[in-house]
């Protein structure tokens, strides 16, 4: 399915503006809410909160590197803005995507409840399709990002959940 077919479904259209909404809460706001609300629980959670928190930096971190090595610039020509930074300029790997199936599986790993599971997942596909809505992205930037980000976590969790409060 290509960017067009995506952007410019009929089908998709009324959903317009939850797509918008998605991706701006892509932008950190919705897995930012989450951790303050985990944050509430108990001990257990403050620490899986604490371990997201590590893979977040270092899965932000590679992703802003993979981005300046590819360079693929954006489906729709970059818009100087307040946004504008060298993170913004560049399409691939997809950050909203590598992020929201990091969490994802974060939240899969310390909460096996299946509808969480589900819960979660969905979401982070319902923010990756946003950003192609949005003309931010090719499938195949948000197709990365989120392989990206569910593989850097799976690496990455074994060493951070030795980590104690």
């Not at 270092?58 to 970059?78: D, G, H, M, S």
Request: aromatic share 14%; charged share 15%; net charge positive.
């Amino acid at each position: 399915m290509s960017l067009e077919k995506i952007s410019g479904s009929r089908l998709l259209a009324p959903l317009s503006p939850l797509f918008t909404g998605a991706t701006y809460l892509g932008d950190g706001y919705l897995w930012g809410g989450l951790a303050l609300l985990l944050m509430l629980r108990g001990e257990a959670d403050r620490r899986y909160v604490l371990i997201g928190v590590g893979v977040t930096i270092i899965n932000v971190i590679t992703y802003t590197l993979l981005k300046l090595c590819f360079k693929r610039p954006r489906p729709v020509p970059f818009q100087s803005s307040l946004r504008s930074l060298v993170l913004e300029r560049y399409s691939f790997p997809s950050g909203h995507s590598s992020i929201s199936f990091s969490i994802a599986f974060l939240v899969a790993y310390f909460y096996p409840l299946l509808w969480g599971q589900l819960a979660v997942y969905l979401t982070a596909a319902f923010v990756g399709l946003s950003r192609i809505y949005v003309r931010e992205h090719y499938l195949s930037d948000v197709i990365a990002g989120a392989l990206w980000g569910t593989a850097l976590t799976a690496a990455l969790l074994p060493a951070f959940s030795k980590f104690t409060l």
